[in-house]
């Protein structure tokens, strides 16, 4: 390398791949020195915010689930916690039961996904799913199948696996029977063999070291590991309720992105997301999944986010197990949905979508009519996290040429799954060197 | 049981995209059983999940080769026929995301995890416009009833003993 192009190096790559959306970054390295990571997100915002406005108080489980292919349950799931709480119903133990089966459904399919179709071709050094699939055929079939045991599961309880339309303010429109549950426990004993061998796969991957510091954010329940419940802690002391996430996080505009920046409150960056959820709640993982885990190499925290795979291939066990456990005392609810009438107020509800915490706000009129809407999407939280991850990544790897280094910054990026198109309301690498 | 899997892929809100989806319809009014008419799958993974188990499968997908709008392009690319949709066998280059694999790769996958029907029949139509909005050019309308009947005419042969 001539003296020149220490001076100025610059890398690029045209749309980040094995996203879901559409963005680039750039990082500018000034002797040796970071001086600036953008992530830029690019895709045009979608206004969903705004245009609930003047909707009925029943819609957003439908209009919001439009957000987001992989995880319409997230937004569905939020949804109606907000509009339940501001129309002061609370859901019995046999709905909240059948929201965590089509909840379970939703992580077994976007976890599976993104674990062998967009993250594992980044640590064995290929360019595709594709290209994986010709050197590990079998791997990439026991995706895909655990993939549709996900999308089986959400199309039973939810109607269809892609946007479900069976979920309802107040609980489904129809709940499924018993024996149609029934059905599903073969395939999903199959999808429990095929999680734990996912568990043992990725963890034989080899991991840069890396660690980082930001403050882990999650539900957290006194029983579950955290699906559609819980409070919001974090591992330096916050503990709050929906009601409170507004006081606690503030969004704000930065220039190069389309998605709002979030950091808490006289506190900063944080994150969350699979690595925040199972620190934070790895005691309340099954004993299954924690064997798994520990077999993985994976502690009782994990602060590598590199890791994050192996992660999300124990929370994919843990989730085919959930399901497993639900159908095998599955009372369906009676009625299937609770009457909710509209009142004039506000709600906040939340849940943990694949990605991490989705929060949905809304104030309603007395006649159940939207007035305003807010939606925080796990990515948007992320930004910070990711962009800081990848500055400190990028200064410590300094020493990587150009090509090695936009490989490990985009599966840097990928750790995160980040759902750009969720965000926008993100992947061009450009990395500028100079001496 | 024969069984054949017909898809149209697009979306309908961007013009002439929507071009496979307005054929299902015409197909799925005169869908015989043993027939699943899928208008688009999902994500990829969702489309060779639905191969897997079919002995003919069809898809149809707008495309812009250059050529004049509503000309139709017909390519068997099934196990039978190779596996390829490009005739020197490779894939389209371009960004994979989870909500996007050109259709080439996602045969090419298929291939790969022997996954892919005995039959597989492609139909593509040139589009003129991919702006948002609804509706097909008069052009791209017309290559409808065209190949929602080729396409008709396919499964009838295939269910033919």
């Known amino acids: 390398m001539s003296s020149e192009d220490r001076e100025l190096r610059r890398i690029s790559v045209g749309a980040l791949a094995r996203v879901e959306g559409e963005g680039a970054m750039r990082v500018r390295v000034h002797g040796g020195k970071v001086e600036e990571v953008a992530l830029d997100i690019y895709?045009?915002?979608r206004f969903f915010e705004a245009l609930l406005r003047g909707r009925s108080y029943t819609e957003p489980p439908d209009i919001t689930a439009r957000i987001c292919g992989i995880c319409p349950v997230a937004y569905q799931t939020s949804a109606v916690h907000a509009i339940e709480d501001a129309c002061g119903v609370e859901?019995?133990?046999s709905v909240r039961a059948l929201r965590r089966l089509l909840y379970c459904g939703e992580w077994i399919q976007s976890h599976a996904l993104h674990i062998y179709l967009l993250h594992a071709p980044d640590f064995l050094g290929y360019e595709s799913a594709l290209e994986l699939a010709k050197v590990v055929p079998d791997a990439v079939q026991r995706g895909l199948a655990l993939k549709k045991a996900g999308n089986d599961l959400m199309t039973v309880v939810g109607g269809r696996a892609v946007h479900p339309v069976n979920v309802r303010v107040g609980g489904f429109y129809r709940a499924p029977s018993r024996s149609e549950l029934e059905a599903l426990v073969e395939p999903l004993q199959r999808a429990l063999e095929a999680a734990e061998e996912t568990v043992r796969w990725v963890g034989g991957f080899t991991f840069p070291d890396f660690e980082h510091d930001h403050e882990y954010v999650a539900l957290h329940h006194e029983r579950d590991y955290p699906m559609e419940a819980g409070r919001m802690v974090s591992d330096r002391g916050l503990d709050i309720g929906p009601a409170e996430f507004e006081d606690h996080v503030e969004e704000s505009h930065v220039e190069h992105s389309n998605a709002l920046h979030a950091v808490l409150r006289g506190?900063?960056?944080?994150m969350t997301g699979p690595l925040a959820r199972y620190s934070l709640n790895f005691d309340r993982l099954s004993s299954r999944a924690r064997e798994a885990a520990h077999d993985a190499g994976l502690g009782e925290s994990c602060r590598n986010p590199f890791q994050s795979i192996v992660v999300r291939a124990v929370e994919t066990l843990y989730a085919v197990e959930e399901a497993l456990s639900i159908i095998g005392s599955y009372r369906p609810p009676r009625p299937s949905a609770h009457p909710v009438a509209p009142r004039a107020g506000r709600g906040c509800g939340w849940s943990e979508a694949?990605?991490?915490l989705l929060y949905h706000r809304y104030t309603l009129a007395d006649d159940g009519t939207i007035e305003d809407a807010v939606i925080v999407p796990p990515t948007s939280q992320n930004q910070r996290a990711v962009e800081d991850d990848l500055?400190?990544?990028?200064?410590?790897?300094?020493?990587?040429?150009?090509?090695?280094?936009t490989w490990q910054c985009e599966q840097a990026i990928r750790n995160y799954d980040p759902c750009i198109s969720c965000a926008t309301h993100f992947l061009q690498l450009d990395v500028e060197r100079r001496a | 049981m024969t069984r054949v899997v017909v898809a149209g892929l697009g979306n309908e809100l961007r013009s002439d995209d929507g071009v496979g989806p307005a054929v299902m319809v015409r197909v799925a009014r005169s869908a015989r059983p043993g027939v699943t008419v899928l208008i688009n799958a999902g994500e990829p993974a969702d489309l060779l999940e639905a191969w897997r188990h079919a002995d003919v499968a069809i898809v149809v997908d707008a495309m812009d080769a250059g050529l004049e709008p509503g000309t139709t392009r017909r390519i068997e690319a099934g196990a039978a026929a190779g596996g390829h949709v490009l005739a020197d066998g490779t894939t389209l280059p371009g960004s994979a995301s989870s909500h996007l694999l050109p259709l080439?790769?996602?045969v090419e996958l298929a291939r790969t995890l022997d996954a892919l029907p005995g039959r597989l029949v492609?139909?593509?139509?040139q589009g003129g416009a991919?702006?948002?909005?609804?509706?097909?050019?008069?052009?791209?309308e017309r290559a409808v009833e065209r190949v929602a009947a080729e396409i008709l005419e396919e499964v009838g042969a295939a269910f033919a003993p």
């Not at chain 1, 500055?391 to 280094?405: G, M, P, S, T």
């Not at chain 2, 991919?130 to 791209?140: C, H, I, N, Q, R």
């Open chain 2, 122 to 125: 492609i139909f593509g139509v």
């Open chain 2, 130 to 140: 991919f702006g948002y909005g609804e509706g097909l050019t008069p052009e791209v």
């Open chain 2, 104 to 106: 080439s790769n996602v």
């Open chain 1, 267 to 270: 506190r900063g960056t944080y």
């Open chain 1, 354 to 356: 694949p990605r991490g």
């Open chain 1, 91 to 93: 859901v019995d133990t």
């Open chain 1, 43 to 45: 895709e045009p915002p």
């Open chain 1, 391 to 405: 500055a400190r990544f990028v200064e410590a790897h300094l020493d990587l040429d150009d090509q090695a280094l």
